[in-house]
């Protein structure tokens, strides 16, 4: 595998289920990032993990839990979500942000349906 | 704070006609500008970016983007356009210093007509 991988690609849950999102990337980058991508509104940034620690979380509701065991995963933890959170979950990875601005490079996402 | 603003959500142009898609951004310090494309069923890639030095910066695919400081604007442009190129395009911004935050614009849908 190369770039930046995610699993599922589409995922259907219930509003009392609880489910995974997965990102690797292979790219030996040091920072990743979760994004929600909604239809007309701009990409939204989630969290922000920097050499494993999270660097940014912009008030995300707590439904949502991130989880980075090392430099090349992360997890979205995800638990009694709402039908406003269907949407587009992208994954992203770049060099450590705080030392420039670097490219980023996504994953395919998880197309997210919550009923 | 800053912001990026694409006003066209929708720009249908004919095979091989000229584009242009608008992108204007807003901060009080220097910035750094990306373009990205986001193709159907794929995560967004780079097209291009503007870091320092010449304000037309060239990119993948055909396209380029002019930098210009005193309109705060930074449009991309490909002089003919082909039905590969009907994707979504995301303008970006990222301010220069410290920790850097990247906010995306709301896209641009290109649609290509044959």
């Known amino acids: 595998e190369t770039g930046v991988t995610q699993t599922p690609r589409h995922l259907v849950m219930g509003m009392t289920n609880k489910k995974s999102l997965k990102c690797e990337q292979h790219l030996g980058h040091n920072a990743m990032y979760w994004y929600k991508q909604s239809a007309k509104k701009p990409l939204e940034l989630m969290f922000v993990y920097s050499l494993e620690e999270r660097v940014e979380n912009n008030s995300v509701p707590s439904r949502f839990s991130p989880e980075c065991p090392n430099s090349s995963h992360l997890f979205l933890h995800l638990h009694t979500l709402q039908p406003e959170d269907s949407a587009l979950y992208l994954c992203?990875?770049?060099?450590?942000?705080?030392?420039?601005?670097?490219?980023?490079?996504f994953g395919p996402g998880t197309r997210l349906t919550v009923t | 704070a800053q912001s990026v603003t694409q006003l066209d959500s929708q720009v249908p142009v004919f095979e091989e006609a000229p584009v242009e898609l608008r992108c204007n951004y807003s901060s009080s310090v220097s910035v750094y500008l990306f373009w990205y494309v986001q193709y159907p069923n794929q995560g967004l890639q780079l097209l291009l970016k503007?870091?320092?030095?010449?304000?037309l910066v060239k990119g993948i695919n055909g396209f380029e983007a002019e930098f210009n400081k005193s309109q705060t604007s930074f449009h991309l442009r490909k002089p003919s356009v082909h039905i590969s190129d009907t994707a979504e395009y995301f303008c970006a911004v990222s301010e220069s210093g410290g920790y850097q935050k990247v906010t995306f614009g709301t896209g641009t849908k290109l649609q290509v007509i044959p």
């Open positions: 503007y870091l320092s030095g010449s304000t």
């Open positions: 992203a990875s770049s060099q450590d942000p705080g030392t420039g601005p670097h490219e980023q490079y």
